[in-house]
Each structure stands twice: as C-alpha cells, then as structure tokens.
C-alpha cells in the first residue's frame, strides 16, 4: 500500500514494524501537500524544515522503544488557532498576522509526547467564525471533491488537508459544528468531544463555553486514536473534566446489538436536501440490519437553537475578542490620534466583516437593557434544550442525524446573506449548546459527486458508544473512496 | 418585540466593540443586526420564566489552584510579537495629558 494510502494508525505501525521510516512519512505528507496545495489551498503554513528535524527525533525514540504509541511517526495538521510554539498562529485574521506564539497549546505538547509530527497549519474561517473557510483573510480552501465547492468550515482546512491525502489526520476545532460539518463536506470522519474533554489551553478562544478541540481523520479508529491522544485533565483550563477512561480504541468493536437509536422526526422536515436524507435513512438501515434499535421520536426546540447559539456565541466572541488592540500583537493601524483611536482603528482594520458583525451582535446583546432580553433568554433557552437532550437520552443511547442540510454549496454563494449561512447550522449547534458529543461519518454521495456525512449524537461522556456505532457501521459501508487523484 | 435599530444604537453599539465602521459599511451593518435580532425574537415564543439562565451545562464551581510561576522568563519573545516596543515595554501613544 502507498503510504498516501494508509490511515494514521497502519502508517504507524508499519513505521514501528520497520517498514518504512518516519522520514518516508513526512516526505510522502510533504509531496503530497506540494501536488495539492495549488488547488487546495488548505495551508496557511507548511513546516518543511522543523516536519523533516522533528522525524529523526521521533524516529530516534521509536528505535529505542521509547515511543510505542499509535500516532508515533505520523504527520499531523493543526487548525491556525491552536497555538504552536515558535510556528506563526493567526487564525486566519490580519489581526493576528505575523503572531508567533511563545508557548504550545497542551494538545500540542500531547501530541509531541505521542510522537505525531506536525506538518503545518490549516485554513479555517477568520477565528473560526463561518461555515465555509471563505471567512480566511488569506484565501479560500477549496473542497478536493469539487474545487468549485467549499470545504466547509471553520475547519476547512484540517479537513480538505485529510481529504486530499496532504495529511493523514488532522486537528480542528468545533465551536457550533466546525469539525462535524467540514467532515462531512469533505468525507473524512470528525468528531467533538463532550465539552471539557480535550484542554482548551493554547486554542485562542472564540465561544468558550462551546468550543472544543476535536480529531479529523481517514477514519474511526483513526479518530478514536488521535482522541484519546489529545484527551487529558489539565489544570490549566478550568473546564477541563477529570474522566475515568481515556481509552477510546478499546471501544472499537463490531457491535451495536444493544443499542438503542433514536431519529429526531423534527430533523427530517423542510430544508433537509433529499438525497441527504436518503442517505441518512440507509445508514439507519445499516445500523439496524446489524442489530440496534432504531426508532423515530419527537425532540423539540429545534428551532430554537441556532438564535440561542448566536447570542451566545456571539456575546463570547465580543467578551474574547477584546484582547485583540493593536498592543501585544499582531496588527496595528498606521494612522490614529491616540490610544482609544488606535485600537479602534487597529480593529476595524484588523477583523474581517463576518468578526465584526459577531462583535457588534455580542457587544449589543451585553448591553444594559438588553441583556435580560437576549443573553440571559438565551441562556434560559439554551437550558431548556439541554433538559430536551436530557429527556431523549433516557430513552435513547444516541442520536443519529445529518451533519448538515445540504451538502458543500459552490464557492461564493453562501456569504452573501449571513443569516441563510447560520441555517446550515441546525444539526450541529444544538450539541454544543449541550455540551454532547457528537461523531460524523461519512455514508453516501449525492449526484454532484459530493459527500454526504451522518452524525451521531451521545450524551456527555458516550465517546465510546459513539465509537462503536460509528465503527460497526463503518465496517459494514466498506472503503469511502477519496477524491480523484490530480 | 419590534427591533428598530437606529444610527445612535449602532454608535453605542461601535463604542462598547470598539469598532468604527466606515460609512459604506455602516447601513449594511445595521441592517445585519436587524435581521439578526428579528430572528433571534423567535426565542420570545418560548417561555422560560420558570428556567434559571445556564451558563456551564456541568455542575462546577470556583477552579482554584496555587498561584505559581511554571513558565520560564519569554519577555523577548513575547515583546518580539508586539507592533512598537520601547526600552523593554510596550509602546502605546500617549494616554495622559
């Protein structure tokens, strides 16, 4: 097997076997990204020369038997804002360009402690605020299924990079389902952890009681592997959960007999593109011939999800984005008269028009006389949606359901009305809104050639059960294909 | 409730995101935060006058740890990030008169 072709954890082994080297690895990463990068444009930085050092450092410890590990040797793709010691970080904003963090994020320092060598950074929405990586002050990715169609976002990058073979796996960020809805765009396999999972500390922070890092990858085991390395306690971030098991790939096994799954009737209604829904319906089918219950029910408040989340996220975003002056970093306008005038100027120059629109949302939503109408009713509704999980999860030990309504739209149709673009959320927000985990698989194409992804949705702490699911499946859907080699 | 957001709205707005949008981008903005809060109104149908505000879906409290140094001196790489820099400080212009 070409070594493009392998997933993260065979290209592992067959490093740890002697088979090939962690060199080969890299430089099979590195062509891979200079044959692509032209289409794709899912990198914002390409890490030639520390990628090749760091391999003969893995490779060193892989020979000692000190690295044995399934990610030792492989290369990996970080999002661009998930900080990276001494690598330029700007989460695709001018107002970051030219950062260079003095400090790693803690699922960087994992993933170095596991051997994984990191390749570049990838293109995302400015700040991870979008749906189809458009929002980049430096450039769209396209999707490597259709180059006229988006990745999705804000993940973009991470995504199109493992679609497109550049990287075996990847690392994303998902704050309203910016992992889950570029994996499904793309046809690879993205998941978010429950809320608290995976260490916040060092991801440069957009809605902080959403967001959360989470794997891109060739595939379950793949996701399941590069999760459980990321994974940790950490006190540096004071939402970080202590959890009892972090071994996701024990959970990899064919079985889903004594599931029970349930399918939202309200998830199936107007908007949903028909051959997704097909699709998805198959995929439930799949799940049932191998032995899982599956059945429809009613889980309400839909609707009210993707408002509440825009306040939230929103109010978040203006509160987190404050930091950004024109003083410690990045941008800083040429002309002002004095110090208000220069971060104001540094800002309004600085941010793209979808950040700053979420700024002024979220500043107007804080303000006196508005707060109680819109923050704190958004916060009320957002606790009436986690009870309606709440109540679906007594019954059920997941939820399936799309990724998204569609699947990619062509390059340039989606900015333009903002609201529309926020729609295509429906399916994702609500689990960040919850705090659940939720895993995308990839399960069918539709007539333009493009993937369609399901989701299953588990309550907080049901990684493994999502796991099983998604790989009892998986194994029953067979390979997913890639898209055409150019 | 009937959103009209007018010009001093978007003013108070632009002081408290420290943001001043150029004319040109001024209307469209304001009428993004119409639209948007028209739509967002749909939360009204729902009532929640018997549902505390969640902010952490999980039960937590107060996180407190020692307050101890673990990172070394990164001054000079981190004043290396700054756009002016004077004598070991961040340059700002001038704040009091």
């Known amino acids: ?486 | 409730m009937a959103n009209v957001i007018s010009d001093e709205t978007m003013e108070y707005v632009g002081i408290l995101a420290k943001l001043e949008l150029k004319d040109e981008e001024k209307e469209s903005a304001r009428q993004d935060m119409q639209k948007m809060l028209d739509y967002v109104d749909k939360l009204n149908e729902l009532d929640t006058s018997k549902v505390e505000p969640m902010t952490h879906i999980f039960e937590m409290g107060n996180v407190f740890r020692e307050d101890e140094v673990t990172n070394g001196d990164d001054r000079d790489a981190m004043l290396a990030n700054a756009p002016e820099v004077k004598e070991g400080q961040y340059k700002v212009p001038k704040t009091v008169e």
């Open chain 1, 1 to 486: 097997m070409e070594i493009k072709d392998m997933t993260a954890v065979q290209l592992s082994a067959a490093i740890k076997e002697g088979k090939i080297t962690v060199s080969d690895a890299v430089e099979a990463s590195l062509a891979a990204v200079r044959a692509s990068e032209d289409a794709i444009h899912a990198f914002l930085l390409v890490d030639e020369e520390g990628a090749r050092a760091r391999a003969a450092e893995v490779q060193k410890k892989i020979d000692a038997g000190e690295l044995t590990g399934p990610l030792a040797g492989v290369p990996i793709a970080i999002k661009d804002n998930i900080c990276t010691k001494g690598l330029a970080t700007t989460c695709a904003s001018k107002i970051l360009q030219n950062f260079v963090p003095t400090y790693d994020a803690e699922v960087i320092t994992r993933l170095e402690e596991a051997g994984a060598v990191i390749i570049g950074k990838t293109n995302m929405d400015e700040f991870a605020m979008g749906s189809t990586t458009e929002t980049s002050a430096y450039g769209v990715t396209k999707n490597p299924w259709n180059t006229e169609h988006v990745p999705g976002g804000s993940s973009g990058g991470s995504c199109a990079a493992v679609a497109a073979g550049e990287v075996p796996m990847a690392l994303g960020s998902d704050t309203g389902g910016s992992i889950r809805q570029p994996s499904s765009f793309c046809g690879v396999t993205g998941m978010k952890p429950t809320y608290g999972t995976v260490s916040r500390y060092g991801l440069i922070a957009y809605g902080s009681s959403l967001d959360q890092i989470g794997p891109v990858a060739k595939d379950v085991t793949d996701c399941a592997a590069l999760l459980q390395t990321v994974a940790s306690y950490d006190a540096k971030d004071a939402t970080s959960m202590k959890r009892d098991d972090y071994d996701f790939m024990s959970a990899l096994k064919e079985d889903v007999s004594d599931l029970k799954i349930g399918i939202p009737n309200s998830y199936f209604g107007e908007g949903l593109d028909p051959q997704v829904k097909e699709s998805i319906l198959k995929a439930a089918d799949v799940l049932k011939a191998r032995g899982a219950e599956v059945e429809y029910f009613d889980l309400d408040l839909i609707d009210y999800a993707i408002p509440a989340y825009y306040v939230i996220a929103s109010a978040e975003a203006s509160s987190n984005l404050e930091r950004f002056d024109g003083v410690k970093y990045g941008f800083r306008a040429k002309e002002y008269e004095g110090l208000h005038d220069m971060y104001k100027k540094s800002r309004s120059e600085g941010f793209g028009p979808e950040v700053k629109r979420r700024i002024m949302l979220g500043s107007f939503v804080l303000s006196s006389g508005y707060y109680d109408a819109y923050y704190l009713k958004a916060l009320r509704t957002k606790a009436l949606i986690k009870q309606e999980f709440d109540r679906a999860f007594e019954k059920y030990d997941m939820i399936l359901s799309p990724a998204a309504p569609s699947t990619a739209p062509r390059l340039g149709e989606s900015l333009s009305d903002p609201l529309q673009m926020y729609l295509g959320d429906i399916y994702t927000v609500s689990v960040n809104l919850a705090g659940l985990p939720g895993i995308t698989v990839p399960c069918g194409m539709d007539d333009k050639g493009l993937p369609i992804g399901m989701q299953l949705i588990g309550d907080c702490f049901s990684e493994k059960k999502l796991f099983r699911a998604a790989y009892t499946y998986e194994q029953a859907r067979g390979a997913f294909g890639q898209p055409e080699k150019r």
